[in-house]
């Protein structure tokens, strides 16, 4: 049996293709189970809007108060959650959605609790719970939001959430599902590349905004030994015929060693 964790991002839901779903279903075919992390930013901040709580950022993580998570919990958890789940099960995948802080199935500490208010980092995963809705072939679709030691939610990135998820099931692969092909540099898909590589990419501006936690996720997953990392898109095919279409990121430097 193989895992492969999928964060399936915010920009996407609404426009992911029958040919994802199609791409999910050979993967399983294919001896992959899939666990799905996903994101929700934009429905966020339509939210927000609507409420007229202003949305604000640091460092590409949403500064959250007590108000502004009740909006992000409700979204994550009764909006977009609920929009996957009745998706991949229209698509004929036998899916369970989760809300991150059920059943201890992430724990989190606050990040810096002065500057983002309710936002986390993972610090535990309750792997046994997962593997046994995988165990049941389930698709489970978990919600970025964890439990902290004081009883309070937090918010995470969903980027981070997956993996943090991927590491503590030891997954196979982990995929990042997006609203563009992969990484683009010039307009142009780079189709793999290295840790160093994408370092560079940052210092020239080249990898910005929303990639950043993407390639910062994949990079640690890479430090955690799982070797297949790639970004890729919701929008067409990223699996086909035992071939992927996307950004392939390796420790090339590290495999050298
Ligand atoms: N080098 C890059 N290649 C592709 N997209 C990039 C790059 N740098 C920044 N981006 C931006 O990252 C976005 C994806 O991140 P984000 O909007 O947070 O999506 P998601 O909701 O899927 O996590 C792309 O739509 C693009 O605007
Ligand atoms: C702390 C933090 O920033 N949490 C994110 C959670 C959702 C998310 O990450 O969604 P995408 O993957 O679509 O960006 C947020 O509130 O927007």
């Known amino acids: ?3 492969i964790v999928i964060k399936c991002g915010g920009s996407v839901l ?9 791409a999910l279903h050979s993967l399983i075919d294919d001896g992959y189970k899939p666990v799905i992390v996903h994101g929700g930013g934009p429905a966020i ?24 998570m009740e909006v992000v919990e409700m979204v994550l958890s009764g909006k977009t959650n609920r929009q996957l789940v009745g998706l991949l099960e229209k698509n004929g995948l036998n899916a369970i959605g989760i809300n991150g802080s059920d059943g201890k199935c992430l724990l989190a500490d606050y ?18 719970l997962i593997q046994k809705m995988i165990d049941e072939n389930l698709v489970p679709v978990i919600t970025p939001i964890a439990s902290a030691k004081d009883g309070f939610r937090l918010n995470i990135n969903a980027d981070y959430a997956a993996a943090a998820v991927a590491k503590a099931l030891n997954a196979d692969r982990c995929l ?12 142009e898909l780079v189709k793999e590349t290295s840790v160093t590589e994408i370092q560079n990419y940052i210092e020239a501006g080249h990898i910005y905004g929303g990639m950043i936690p ?23 095919a990223f699996y086909q015929n035992g071939e992927w279409a996307g950004t ?5 430097e590290r495999i050298l060693k």
């Open 1 to 3: 049996m193989k895992t």
């Open 111 to 128: 990040i810096n609790k002065d500057q983002l208010g309710l936002v986390g980092r993972v610090t535990m995963v309750n792997s046994f």
């Open 248 to 252: 392939a990121i390796s420790d090339k």
């Open 214 to 236: 993407k390639v910062e996720s994949a990079i640690s997953v890479l430090n955690k030994g799982i070797e297949q990392v790639m970004i890729v898109s919701g929008k067409n």
């Open 45 to 68: 901040n339509a939210m927000l809007d609507l409420y007229k709580i202003e949305s604000k950022f640091h460092n590409g993580l949403r500064i959250t108060s007590e108000e502004t």
């Open 14 to 22: 609404d426009e992911l293709s029958p040919a994802f779903f199609e």
């Open 176 to 187: 990042f599902v997006t609203n563009v092909d992969g990484i683009l540099v010039d307009g």
